[in-house]
């Protein structure tokens, strides 16, 4: 970007600009500011060595090191402001802050690199208490990042000071601390450190260390030397817009592109030759060498140097279209009202482009927990179903196991068939209601079980309906002298119950009773075993 261009452009703004301040012949009103790195391993210098040595090895911290950052800042009256130093950390910790040059301020950043907040910081606290009544203040400074913004500028506009903003890409030229004071300053700092591992056999250069050998170095070469060099050399003050040497430009001249176009020999081609000689421009100041494709011609010969003349080849300035760009190339006065505005439209035009990311985020985190919701009550849903589909499972075991039960017990007096004491006793199903009976509650033995089976069931399922009413009435068993009677009562009866009151209805309808100690007339031809087996027998706990 280093150009004459550029930098006549850049001196043309500076100029009118100082001349708007009217501090061209004020130095104690014109700053520089630039921050630069410095390393705890230093870059050690040159060494003698004896001729011929293929190795001379020279003593230095360690390969890797940590970076601090300082900022600087002088005005062309030779006045140095107090520096600020930037660690790498979270916190200052209060042993790195003995030995350093008087009023430094100390900061902090997660990379030792400096950013916004602390520039904004060191232009608060340390830049404008340190600077004189006289106003307006140029400070001149390159185009990083941490030197705009909204705050700080609009901070630097009430305080009149007027920040200048150098071309980019040429501060190694145009910055005064850059061009005599920071290279100066490191040379020291690496000469104190040498000194410093010398004097300390087996130690290394620390952070701890740093702020002692910084402080050497910057003493030493912060003067008025420097200093006036730096401004001269930039044609900052005395302001000097031919400061810069050529030389400075190198590759970076501006410069147009060569063409070579072949010219025809035909005739009839003077009107081509027309259009083209509008479009190209020959060159007055040096002679053009002949193409290679043009006939060699004797120069003795008139003739030939009519046609050398003709059919010399020309150059052709290609005229370069600019592109339109974003990236700043040219110098900038950043406390201007347009360039402020400006700022401040892209500053809310950034605000805006992120809020609406910011909004697409929630919006993303609240799509994102509704469905992780939905997941989750989908998924208690389906453990409840499956909660309710076990339930009713087990409740149809349940139902099984009880109908499981049920079959495994007389319907009549409840006895359960493996705790039969009479392991000889046969048990007797219903063939209209499928329950099982004992078959002495039955009432009836060998040939009278195919009478109860078959004809006589129809009487248990007559008595439960017709003998007893509906479903509803409630009856209890009393003992009488002629048996038991079944009796309405107020207490709800089961269905167990219900069978037992048939069943007892059937055996007094077969003059059978089944109540023990009270035997109606027909009983007592029967046998003794009989009796005993027709006894209702007290339920098992």
């Given at each position: 970007?280093?150009?004459?261009?550029?930098?006549?452009?850049?001196?043309?703004?500076?100029?009118?600009?100082?001349?708007?301040?009217?501090?061209?012949?004020?130095?104690?009103?014109?700053?520089?500011?630039?921050?630069?790195?410095?390393?705890?391993?230093?870059?050690?210098?040159?060494?003698?060595?004896?001729?011929?040595?293929?190795?001379?090895?020279?003593?230095?911290?360690?390969?890797?090191?940590?970076?601090?950052?300082?900022?600087?800042?002088?005005?062309?009256?030779?006045?140095?402001?107090?520096?600020?130093?930037?660690?790498?950390?979270?916190?200052?910790?209060?042993?790195?802050?003995?030995?350093?040059?008087?009023?430094?301020?100390?900061?902090?950043?997660?990379?030792?690199?400096?950013?916004?907040?602390?520039?904004?910081?060191?232009?608060?606290?340390?830049?404008?208490?340190?600077?004189?009544?006289?106003?307006?203040?140029?400070?001149?400074?390159?185009?990083?990042?941490?030197?705009?913004?909204?705050?700080?500028?609009?901070?630097?506009?009430?305080?009149?000071?007027e920040m200048f903003c150098l071309p980019p890409h040429t501060t190694h030229w145009t910055q005064p601390l850059d061009r005599s004071v920071f290279g100066p300053l490191k040379r020291s700092y690496n000469l104190c450190c040498?000194?410093?591992?010398?004097?300390?056999?087996?130690?290394?250069?620390?952070?701890?260390?740093?702020?002692?050998?910084?402080?050497?170095?910057?003493?030493?070469?912060?003067?008025?030397?420097?200093?006036?060099?730096?401004?001269?050399?930039?044609?900052?003050?005395?302001?000097?817009?031919?400061?810069?040497?050529?030389?400075?430009?190198?590759?970076?001249?501006?410069?147009?592109?060569?063409?070579?176009?072949?010219?025809?020999?035909?005739?009839?081609?003077?009107?081509?030759?027309?259009?083209?000689?509008?479009?190209?421009?020959?060159?007055?100041?040096?002679?053009?060498?002949?193409?290679?494709?043009?006939?060699?011609?004797?120069?003795?010969?008139?003739?030939?140097?009519?046609?050398?003349?003709?059919?010399?080849?020309?150059?052709?300035?290609?005229?370069?279209?600019?592109?339109?760009?974003?990236?700043?190339?040219?110098?900038?006065?950043?406390?201007?009202?347009?360039?402020?505005?400006?700022?401040?439209?892209?500053?809310?035009?950034?605000?805006?482009?992120?809020?609406?990311?910011?909004?697409?985020?929630?919006?993303?985190?609240?799509?994102?927990?509704?469905?992780?919701?939905?997941?989750?009550?989908?998924?208690?849903?389906?453990?409840?179903?499956?909660?309710?589909?076990?339930?009713?499972?087990?409740?149809?075991?349940?139902?099984?196991?009880?109908?499981?039960?049920?079959?495994?017990?007389?319907?009549?007096?409840?006895?359960?068939?493996?705790?039969?004491?009479?392991?000889?006793?046969?048990?007797?199903?219903?063939?209209?209601?499928?329950?099982?009976?004992?078959?002495?509650?039955?009432?009836?033995?060998?040939?009278?079980?195919?009478?109860?089976?078959?004809?006589?069931?129809?009487?248990?399922?007559?008595?439960?309906?017709?003998?007893?009413?509906?479903?509803?009435?409630?009856?209890?068993?009393?003992?009488?002298?002629?048996?038991?009677?079944?009796?309405?009562?107020?207490?709800?009866?089961?269905?167990?119950?219900?069978?037992?009151?048939?069943?007892?209805?059937?055996?007094?309808?077969?003059?059978?009773?089944?109540?023990?100690?009270?035997?109606?007339?027909?009983?007592?031809?029967?046998?003794?075993?009989?009796?005993?087996?027709?006894?209702?027998?007290?339920?098992?706990?």
């Open positions: 970007m280093l150009n004459p261009n550029v930098i006549s452009a850049y001196f043309q703004k500076l100029g009118s600009f100082m001349d708007k301040l009217n501090i061209k012949d004020k130095p104690q009103q014109i700053f520089n500011a630039d921050e630069t790195g410095v390393s705890t391993v230093h870059d050690p210098s040159k060494v003698v060595g004896k001729r011929g040595k293929k190795s001379v090895h020279s003593k230095t911290s360690g390969e890797r090191g940590e970076n601090v950052t300082a900022l600087c800042c002088v005005n062309a009256e030779a006045r140095v402001l107090p520096p600020m130093l930037i660690f790498n950390g979270q916190i200052v910790s209060q042993s790195l802050m003995g030995n350093v040059p008087a009023n430094t301020l100390f900061a902090c950043s997660k990379s030792s690199f400096i950013d916004s907040d602390l520039f904004s910081n060191w232009f608060q606290k340390l830049f404008i208490p340190n600077l004189s009544p006289q106003r307006p203040v140029l400070l001149i400074l390159d185009g990083h990042s941490s030197h705009i913004t909204v705050d700080l500028l609009e901070t630097a506009v009430s305080n009149q000071i040498e000194a410093f591992l010398r004097q300390n056999p087996g130690r290394i250069v620390t952070r701890y260390d740093f702020c002692g050998l910084f402080k050497q170095a910057f003493n030493e070469k912060m003067n008025l030397v420097n200093i006036f060099s730096g401004f001269r050399a930039t044609g900052i003050f005395p302001f000097k817009p031919n400061a810069i040497p050529i030389e400075a430009y190198g590759p970076s001249k501006t410069s147009v592109v060569e063409v070579e176009v072949e010219a025809s020999t035909e005739n009839g081609n003077e009107d081509r030759n027309e259009q083209n000689q509008s479009r190209v421009t020959a060159t007055a100041n040096e002679e053009q060498p002949v193409s290679a494709v043009s006939p060699q011609v004797p120069s003795t010969s008139s003739e030939g140097n009519y046609l050398r003349e003709i059919l010399r080849t020309p150059k052709v300035v290609k005229e370069r279209t600019e592109k339109k760009t974003r990236r700043v190339t040219e110098a900038r006065c950043l406390t201007e009202r347009e360039f402020l505005d400006e700022l401040k439209r892209k500053e809310e035009e950034k605000n805006r482009v992120q809020e609406g990311k910011d909004q697409r985020k929630r919006e993303r985190e609240e799509k994102k927990k509704t469905k992780e919701l939905e997941q989750t009550l989908k998924k208690s849903s389906k453990a409840k179903k499956n909660t309710q589909k076990r339930l009713a499972k087990n409740k149809e075991n349940d139902r099984t196991l009880a109908k499981d039960q049920s079959d495994s017990c007389c319907t009549y007096c409840n006895g359960n068939y493996m705790d039969d004491d009479s392991d000889d006793e046969d048990w007797v199903k219903c063939t209209r209601c499928s329950d099982w009976y004992h078959e002495s509650c039955t009432g009836k033995f060998g040939h009278e079980l195919s009478h109860f089976i078959e004809i006589d069931d129809q009487h248990c399922i007559e008595a439960s309906c017709s003998d007893y009413g509906d479903n509803n009435t409630e009856y209890t068993l009393s003992q009488t002298s002629e048996g038991s009677v079944w009796t309405p009562s107020a207490s709800q009866e089961d269905g167990n119950s219900k069978k037992r009151k048939a069943l007892d209805s059937f055996l007094l309808t077969c003059g059978a009773s089944p109540v023990k100690k009270t035997l109606i007339a027909e009983w007592r031809g029967c046998s003794e075993r009989t009796k005993s087996d027709y006894i209702i027998k007290p339920p098992k706990f």
